[in-house]
């Protein structure tokens, strides 16, 4: 990633006619970075996360895991009852000839656990008084050896 006053000299050069070969041999920056930020595909600063791409394999067991998430969230399974991402990969594999990789898995059913959690399960009450509404003591005496009072 360029930093902005790098992206602008390029631009710059671009501007006063040099061609990008002879960007690239003055910056010492690549080819093909200098052309993406000419041609303004990429800003200079923000990093801009890739598209996902298409998962054909995971398709498959798409309805399995759901499924099999459904059934738990049904239940109540408590936490630490709950099937984890390898072992919902590993009954994919035995049970169903799942092809798919074991982070594809956890990828789905991260995605899927997210869709299926309650809102206000994060929320929360913002503790904010009026000043005089509400009062804090700490009403203790204590007594510390060596000090006055021994």
Not at 33 to 56: C, D, F, H, I, W
Not at 74 to 88: C, F, G
Request: net charge positive; proline share 5%.
């Amino acid at each position: 990633m360029l930093r902005v006053d790098q992206v602008q000299k390029c631009k710059q050069l671009n501007g006063q006619g040099m061609a990008i070969r002879q960007i690239v041999k003055e910056t010492g920056i690549a080819r093909n970075t200098v052309r993406r930020y000419l041609r303004g595909e990429a800003v200079p600063g923000v990093y801009q996360l890739k598209k996902s791409k298409p998962q054909p394999v995971t398709g498959s067991g798409i309805e399995v895991v759901s499924e099999l998430l459904c059934d738990e969230k049904e239940a109540h399974t408590p936490r630490k009852q709950k099937l984890s991402a390898a072992r919902i990969y590993r009954i994919l594999r035995r049970e169903h000839g799942f092809l798919g990789s074991e982070s594809s898995v956890r990828k789905l059913v991260r995605g899927i656990r997210g869709d299926q959690q309650d809102p206000l399960d994060k929320s929360c009450v913002p503790l904010d008084y009026e000043p005089g509404v509400v009062a804090q003591a700490r009403q203790s005496q204590e007594q510390r050896p060596g000090r006055m009072g021994e």
